[in-house]
């Protein structure tokens, strides 16, 4: 199959989009943290957590799919 006429993987994206937005998160939290901020708002630490995991997730699995095509 040569490159062009494979399909693009649409989970990639996806992948990096929840990963970014939960590295994100975590900068908050260390900044927050940092700035002298406990009580930190339960929502942004499953965010970060979630999100980072989800997109982390989601790459292996796109990344599996595309060695399974392959292969």
């Known amino acids: 199959m040569t490159v062009q006429s494979r399909k693009p993987n649409r989970l990639v994206p996806l992948a990096v989009a929840c990963f970014v937005a939960g590295i994100l998160g975590v900068l908050v939290i260390l900044g927050l943290f940092a700035a002298g901020q406990t009580e930190l708002p ?28 392959r292969g």
């Open 42 to 69: 339960w929502w942004l630490n499953v965010a970060a957590i979630g999100l980072t995991t989800i997109g982390f997730a989601l790459g292996l699995v796109a990344l599996v799919r595309e060695a399974r095509r």
